[in-house]
């Protein structure tokens, strides 16, 4: 992120700001929607990061950090839709994409196990696998982004990729029982 | 080919697949609209300036004012227990609805920490050779395989080790302790640590204790260092490592200490001197 956008948001300069907050929307949103797991709360919590961001950015003490920063206010944007939408469950609109033709993950099947294992974890668990394996970062950065110590994003990343291996793991005991139950 | 990829590499596609789209350019325009109408908070400037200029009056005068505070307070709230009988009735405390997320700002802690009982339940552990204690109402759960340097460095929280499980915390971590041992491999104390500690290429903050000052903790008779919640002992030719996996928890890291002995491992390993 240029240091230079970020002074000048920092400053008052809207213009400025709708830069960044354009150049970091989609992966903001990619971000509120893995975790979530719901379009409407994850557009929410896009939408209260970057009122959030405007609002609180003149606190940012560096500059450089902008984009961590903007990572921990989605996460905690997160956890606020995430408790406010759960008194209306019924009306969630679970996220399903069509199926990609190019099938990079392996299988269908793989697929629908990870989902099922996905929306098993904690919603922590869940942010954590996403500043991990989606965004890509450290486990330390992880856990300053969540604000908790090295130690428990470690943690979370650990028993949340276990309980990720262990459904892609029964679904292939599945199919092996399923492919010689045909086959008897 | 699922079998060839790794449940990492399995996972990052995965999410890759699944995070495509945009934010539809509705959000992003209400977005601006709500911020194009709302002040910016100010930063920290005035108030650090104000401390950095003129460090000892504002320290006094901060110190006073939270004496003041805290003063007032405990005339104004009676113990909770007391209520409101023959006192003055404690005046409403206006809640912000909105909370502000600063860059210091964290979410709420998920669980009150509790700070953790005395260790006072004995916990033997021939695997590895020593013997604890740890808090009556925890769980132990022993080690399902010896602790390796090469494959279980970097699994924080592997079976691997003995583990010790506070019931009473909620979530994922209720793992509160572990101990392992491991042989020396042929290192001395502290090459085995600097190996331990060398981070993985994609993590510069693997081991807190690589970069923390160590001091001094005599266990059970031998040389032992720790560092925030980790504390190493050198024992004959094994490392014998303790983790405490929720910081400011030193105290409670020394009293078990101070019930850790040592003895011949069962595993096939040369024995401990």
């Known amino acids: 992120v240029a240091r230079a956008l970020v002074e000048a948001a920092q400053h008052g300069d809207h213009d400025a700001f709708e830069a960044l907050a354009i150049g970091a929307a989609d992966r903001l949103y990619a971000i509120a929607r893995l975790i979530l797991r719901d379009v409407p709360a994850a557009e929410d ?6 009122v959030h961001a ?3 950015l003149p606190r940012l003490r560096d500059p450089e950090r902008f984009d961590a920063w903007l990572h921990r206010l989605l996460v905690n944007a997160c956890a606020d839709q995430g408790r406010f939408r759960r008194r209306w469950s019924a009306e969630v609109q679970i996220v399903r994409l069509e199926p990609t033709t190019d099938d990079a993950t392996g299988s269908m099947a793989d697929r ?10 904690k919603p922590e668990q869940r942010a954590a696998v996403v500043l991990h394996y989606y965004v890509g970062l450290p486990m330390s950065e992880v856990a300053e982004t969540l604000g908790i110590p090295v130690g428990t994003a470690k943690s979370r990343i650990h028993y949340a990729t276990e309980a990720l291996r262990a459904a892609l793991e029964a679904d292939a005991r599945t199919s092996v029982a399923a492919t010689n139950g045909r086959s008897a | 080919m699922n079998g060839q990829r790794s449940v990492e590499e399995r996972i990052s596609l995965w999410l890759e697949e699944e995070a495509a789209g945009q934010l539809p350019d509705r959000v992003l325009d209400a977005s601006f609209d709500q911020t194009r109408a709302l002040r910016q908070r100010p930063g920290p400037s005035v108030w650090r300036s104000f401390l950095m200029s003129r460090p000892i009056p504002s320290l006094i005068a901060v110190g006073a004012a939270v004496i003041v505070f805290i003063v007032g307070v405990s005339f104004l709230r009676p113990g909770s227990d007391q209520g409101q009988v023959g006192g003055v009735a404690p005046t409403p405390t206006a809640t912000p609805v909105d909370v502000t997320p600063t860059e ?12 953790p009982p005395p260790p006072d339940t004995p916990f033997t552990s021939d695997r590895f050779g020593y013997d604890i204690r740890y808090p009556a109402g925890w769980t132990a759960t022993p080690a399902s395989g010896d602790w390796s340097l090469d494959t279980d460095r970097t699994d924080a929280l592997t079976a691997h080790s003995d583990h010790f499980i506070d019931d009473r915390l909620a979530g994922d971590l209720q793992t509160f302790m572990t101990v392992w041992s491991t042989p020396l491999g042929g290192m001395t104390g502290d090459e085995w640590i600097r190996a331990y500690c060398t981070p993985p290429q994609d993590d510069p903050g693997w081991c807190d204790a690589g970069a923390a000052t160590f001091k001094p903790i005599p266990v059970d008779g031998h040389d032992g260092q720790f560092s925030d919640g980790q504390a190493f002992i050198p024992v004959g030719d094994r490392m014998y490592v303790v983790t405490i996996w929720r910081p400011g928890n030193e105290p409670f890291l020394r009293q078990v200490l101070g019930t850790m002995t040592f003895h011949q491992p069962a595993s096939t390993s040369p024995p401990a001197s």
């Open chain 1, 112 to 121: 629908d196990q990870l989902e099922r294992g996905f929306r098993r974890l």
């Open chain 1, 54 to 56: 405007w609002r609180d």
């Open chain 2, 104 to 115: 210091g700002y964290s979410p709420p802690p998920e669980r009150t920490p509790l700070p």
């Open chain 1, 45 to 50: 919590a896009v939408q209260e990061t970057l």
